[in-house]
């Protein structure tokens, strides 16, 4: 769809845009599956990927949430349906490269985990998050999910049961996103930001994100021996030797 999702593939650089503006680039089951894809195939042959959105807003959400017209189904093929959104969270949690996202606007519900799930996430000072879906009735563990290990544990329940709009800041303190900017300089913190990825060879780079992911589910004395060994594997490696 690619009226809906652009990738631009530049200098070994991906940019994946939801564009879809006009609908607050809220995403869709089937946008999900083709960004899923996106995402999965770009990390093999890209140095890290950019993730945006067009417009104002970086994404108010899910395109359906909560609709409950005529009978529901089965337990079982309602947890194969919302696989299409936990398959797109392990798309961006097991990216052999980094994530950086830019949030320029609001981050809603989906649009929320989307952010919290980008390794680095630069976002304008006009920014909002918020996680409603209890307000809709809606269990909300499923973008919960999205920001364990993201966030602190009083900071989701916070916002998992108030459901409260938070500021940019807020985000920032929660550990939501990694840095706030004035939405002027959003554009130029993107550009500045990127040569600093590209200088870091595409082996280190991997590994940094490898350990990253891996290690935060080891004790300390795993994590300790991860380490070890991925150091002394990457800083043997001739691309560092350039």
């Known amino acids: 769809m690619p009226d809906l999702l652009n990738l631009d593939r530049t200098n070994d650089i991906t940019t994946i845009t939801i564009n879809s503006a006009d609908n607050g680039n809220r995403v869709s089951d089937e946008m999900a599956v083709e960004l899923t894809n996106m995402l999965n195939a770009a990390q093999s042959n890209s140095h890290f990927i950019v993730f945006k959105s067009a417009g104002d807003e970086f994404c108010m959400g899910r395109a359906v949430m909560g609709e409950k017209l005529g009978k529901l ?109 004035k939405h002027s300089s959003l554009k130029a913190t993107e550009e500045a930001i990127i040569p600093k990825l590209i200088r870091i060879p595409r082996s280190a780079i991997k590994a940094v994100k490898e350990f990253s992911t891996e290690g935060e589910e080891l004790n300390t004395k795993s994590a300790k021996a991860y380490a070890r060994n991925l150091h002394a594997t990457i800083n043997s490696s001739e691309s560092l030797r350039k």
Do not use: W
């Open 73 to 181: 189904p089965e337990a079982l093929e309602m947890r194969e349906k919302f696989d299409v959104i936990f398959d797109l969270y392990d798309a961006f949690r097991n990216s052999e490269v980094p994530i950086l996202g830019i949030v320029q606007g609001g981050a809603h519900g989906f649009g929320a985990a989307l952010a919290a799930l980008t390794d680095i996430t630069i976002c304008s000072d006009k920014a909002k998050f918020s996680l409603p879906e209890t307000s809709h009735n809606i269990m909300p563990t499923m973008a919960m999910s999205a920001l364990m290990g993201r966030v602190g544990r009083k900071a989701l329940m916070y916002m998992t049961f108030t459901c409260d709009e938070i500021d940019a800041q807020t985000a920032l303190s929660f550990g939501l996103v990694s840095q706030v900017v």
